[in-house]
């Protein structure tokens, strides 16, 4: 089974290994490409067939995420522009930036909260905050509020779908498999429609 593969990653390493994943994606620049939501959703789906508690995971993971951004915060502050210049590479390119200032742009202080649910923002709109200078209380409000949201909805969806579905085991690798497409929808909208825009500058 791939290291990679939430099951495995909860089965494995337990409640360090969520925190470990939930902390690197929110906070490392580089952690976009770990699997943050359906991470949280096999952990309800697991909750549900009583193989862990979910209270307690649901804290861990807004702890993790809470501090996530709070390092991502810091390094944005203290650094500024100077995080985002840098040629593209596998961890990083400049749409992924493009992205979250426009989440920035429509929604405010918002976007820490509804960058939760969309990855690749979700990495990069903490430290677009700290390079934007947010007040610092104001950027901890919305972080708690956006990773309680975030752990609570995700693997309290998990654990619903787990309770109402029969053997929801046999379909829990799919359902993941569904929720990272999903989730990645709008990211690969991104990215076709700046292929697109390229295409025709070139014609």
Do not use: C
């Amino acid at each position: 089974m791939s290291l990679f593969d939430p099951t495995h990653l909860i089965q494995a390493l337990g409640i360090l290994g969520a925190f470990v994943v939930v902390f690197a994606e929110t906070g490392l620049f580089f952690g976009f490409f770990l699997p943050g939501d359906s991470l949280l959703f096999a952990i309800g789906v697991l909750g549900a067939q009583g193989y862990l508690s979910v209270p307690l995971y649901i804290f861990v993971v807004a702890v993790a995420a809470i501090l996530g951004d709070t390092v991502g915060y810091m390094a944005g502050y203290r650094y500024g522009p100077r995080v985002f210049k840098k040629k593209n590479s596998f961890f990083f390119d400049e749409t992924y930036v493009a992205r979250s200032e426009k989440f920035y742009k429509k929604y405010g202080k918002l976007t820490l909260v509804l960058a939760r649910y969309t990855p690749i923002v979700r990495t990069f709109a903490p430290i677009l905050a700290g390079v934007g200078k947010m007040e610092y209380y104001s950027f901890l409000k919305w972080n708690i509020l956006g990773a309680l949201l975030w752990s609570a909805t995700v693997i309290g969806a998990g654990y619903f779908i787990g309770k109402k579905v029969v053997g929801i085991d046999a379909y829990l690798l799919p359902g993941i498999i569904a929720v990272v497409v999903l989730s990645s929808l709008p990211v690969l909208y991104e990215a076709l429609k700046r292929a697109f825009s390229q295409r025709r500058k070139v014609k």
